[in-house]
């Protein structure tokens, strides 16, 4: 009924990015695709409105401005800043999907968030990951030179935060500016961008 809309679910993804916005939507076969402004390329898994979870991100480097799902499981999306980005999203199959009971949040895959940002001298880096797994976390600027890892070896499944200082591997502060924190677990890379002041 159009004159009486209700909500049924809400899905919010966000790395704490003040600019951080849902821009544009398309919705197929149970997936929502999301330009999400500067959190890149969101896919949120909508086949039970009233849950809508995280399937899928990549965080493009510019604005993530329109998305449109194509044929074989190939998605467009334009970014604002760097032009057009192809992606391939297959949908994981069904029933294959498990959730870590001694913690409250979904890890059907890993995820990355950081905050506050921008960041004053330091911020708080949360990731999940979805079993026991090689991983490495660690801060690159913009140029992709690595300046900083905080975490290089197996962690177990579940949820896990570090403190990113501002210093690089030597102890110096960095300058202020732009920089990316870079998750690897396994064969899949999850990357965020982050301000850092002074």
């Excluded at 949120?44 to 604005?63: E, K």
């Excluded at 999306?77 to 959730?99: A, K, N, R, Y």
């Excluded at 290089?152 to 990316?180: C, K, L, N, P, T």
């Amino acid at each position: 009924d159009p004159t009486t809309p209700s909500q049924v679910g809400t899905f919010i993804y966000t790395d704490n990015d003040l600019y951080g916005y849902a821009h544009n939507v398309y919705v197929q076969d149970g997936y929502a695709y999301i330009s999400y402004a500067t959190d890149g390329f969101v896919v949120a898994n909508v086949s039970n409105p009233t849950n809508p979870t995280l399937d899928g991100f990549y965080d493009t480097p510019g604005y993530a401005w329109g998305v449109h799902p194509g044929m074989n499981e190939v998605v467009y999306l334009t970014d604002s800043h760097t032009g057009l980005w192809i992606f391939q999203f297959t949908p994981p199959p069904p029933g294959v999907e498990e959730e870590d009971p001694n913690s409250d949040v979904r890890v059907s895959q890993p995820s990355l968030t950081h905050h506050p940002n921008p960041a004053k001298s330091s911020a708080r880096i949360s990731f999940s990951l979805p079993n026991r797994i090689q991983t490495r976390l660690g801060i690159y600027d913009l140029t992709g030179r690595q300046v900083q890892v905080l975490v290089d070896g197996v962690r177990e499944a579940g949820s896990h935060s570090v403190v990113w200082d501002g210093r690089d591997g030597r102890g110096e502060r960095v300058a202020s500016g732009v920089y990316f924190v870079r998750l690897s677990a396994g064969d899949i890379t999850a990357t965020k961008k982050m301000i850092l002041l002074k």
